[in-house]
């Protein structure tokens, strides 16, 4: 039996996938009441004992600063209630992109948000594809790192697919495109491309042959949608059938959508890490939820969670 009790709670952004996780674990959300002040400060609020329990803590943090803020609040206000264990749950770990110096006098924000999250309160962090599997070195606490292959894979065989060729939309998602083509047995191409600036493609060129191929791009995160859409477009004019992305967190920003909606792109599938600004129809969600909520409940009955790491 579990030495200590588990209570599930949610930052405010992460609400509707918090509920799916807390219906698939078998428990109910706890009440977290959030105040705000007229200047935009707010405190979150537990209304009930948190004392001795083992607490998840249910927020993706992506940008803006409030939803990393959030949890940082919630963390700390657990900390203070004298809970037993604080995990935060980040379907999505804001930030990443910033893990390394890639150039003079710029800040390694992955690594000071790692550091940031541990002060706040967090003895234990789940998290699913990080933008750098080495983000994971940052932290002093235990993290579990999923893989959201586990709920993709099952999507892209359903498809069944003929001529599958699995592509990465850059040489940094190589290692995640073989991972998927070993499961599917299926053939691999890279794309090679030039950036004139952060989120502006300047060139792009294609590695490997897509003649009569159904395509699937496979990446952690879309942002603008630029490099997916130009792929796209580089594959269906290098004489690919069709051409599918997956990508396991919708950024979605800027003019995102418009590009999916007018691009060559037949369908765009993503978890619910982040939740859609709005609809489109081309783009497909799967969800997330049973995935944590299962590794939530073998890390409050400490069992192994082996078995949920498909690649």
């Given at each position: 039996?579990p030495?200590?009790?588990?209570k599930?709670f949610?930052?405010?952004?992460?609400?509707?996938?918090?509920e799916?996780?807390?219906k698939h674990y078998?428990?109910?959300?706890?009440?977290v009441?959030?105040?705000t002040?007229?200047?935009g400060?707010?405190?979150?609020s537990?209304?009930?004992?948190?004392?001795?329990?083992r607490?998840?803590?249910i927020?993706?943090?992506?940008?803006?600063a409030?939803?990393?803020?959030?949890?940082?609040?919630?963390?700390?206000?657990?900390?203070?209630?004298?809970a037993?264990?604080?995990?935060?749950v980040?379907?999505?770990f804001?930030?990443?992109?910033q893990?390394?110096?890639?150039?003079?006098?710029?800040?390694?924000a992955?690594?000071?948000?790692?550091?940031?999250l541990?002060?706040?309160?967090?003895?234990?962090?789940?998290?699913?594809?990080?933008?750098?599997?080495?983000?994971?070195?940052f932290f002093e606490?235990?993290?579990?790192?999923?893989?959201?292959?586990?709920?993709?894979l099952?999507?892209?065989?359903k498809?069944g697919?003929d001529n599958?060729?699995?592509?990465?939309?850059?040489?940094?998602?190589?290692?995640?495109?073989?991972a998927?083509?070993?499961?599917?047995?299926?053939?691999?191409?890279?794309?090679y491309?030039?950036?004139?600036?952060a989120?502006v493609i300047?060139?792009?060129?294609?590695?490997?042959?897509?003649?009569?191929?159904?395509?699937?791009?496979?990446?952690d995160?879309?942002?603008?949608?630029?490099t997916?859409?130009k792929?796209?477009?580089?594959?269906?004019?290098r004489g690919?059938?069709s051409?599918?992305?997956?990508?396991?967190?919708?950024?979605?920003?800027?003019?995102?959508?418009?590009?999916?909606?007018?691009?060559k792109?037949?369908e765009?599938i993503?978890?619910?890490?982040?939740p859609?600004?709005?609809?489109?129809r081309?783009?497909?969600v799967v969800s997330?939820?049973?995935?944590?909520?299962?590794?939530m409940?073998?890390?409050q009955?400490?069992?192994?969670?082996?078995s949920?790491f498909?690649?």
């Amino acid at each position: 039996m579990p030495a200590t009790e588990a209570k599930i709670f949610n930052c405010t952004q992460s609400r509707e996938l918090a509920e799916k996780i807390a219906k698939h674990y078998g428990s109910k959300l706890g009440n977290v009441i959030t105040s705000t002040y007229s200047d935009g400060e707010f405190q979150p609020s537990f209304e009930e004992s948190v004392r001795g329990s083992r607490v998840f803590i249910i927020g993706s943090t992506h940008p803006g600063a409030d939803h990393l803020m959030e949890m940082l609040l919630m963390l700390d206000a657990a900390k203070r209630a004298s809970a037993r264990h604080i995990t935060a749950v980040m379907p999505y770990f804001g930030w990443a992109r910033q893990d390394r110096k890639d150039k003079p006098r710029v800040p390694i924000a992955a690594k000071m948000i790692a550091s940031i999250l541990e002060t706040a309160g967090a003895t234990r962090i789940i998290t699913m594809d990080l933008h750098a599997d080495q983000i994971q070195g940052f932290f002093e606490k235990p993290v579990d790192h999923l893989y959201a292959s586990t709920v993709f894979l099952p999507y892209l065989k359903k498809l069944g697919l003929d001529n599958l060729t699995i592509a990465s939309p850059d040489m940094g998602g190589s290692k995640r495109a073989y991972a998927y083509s070993k499961a599917l047995e299926s053939d691999v191409v890279i794309c090679y491309k030039q950036r004139a600036k952060a989120n502006v493609i300047s060139h792009m060129e294609l590695i490997g042959d897509v003649t009569g191929k159904n395509v699937v791009l496979v990446d952690d995160m879309v942002d603008t949608a630029g490099t997916l859409t130009k792929a796209a477009d580089v594959m269906m004019e290098r004489g690919a059938l069709s051409v599918r992305a997956i990508c396991t967190h919708p950024v979605l920003s800027g003019e995102a959508y418009d590009r999916i909606e007018n691009s060559k792109l037949q369908e765009l599938i993503v978890t619910d890490s982040i939740p859609l600004r709005q609809e489109s129809r081309k783009i497909k969600v799967v969800s997330c939820a049973e995935l944590f909520a299962d590794v939530m409940k073998s890390v409050q009955d400490n069992e192994s969670i082996s078995s949920k790491f498909i690649m």
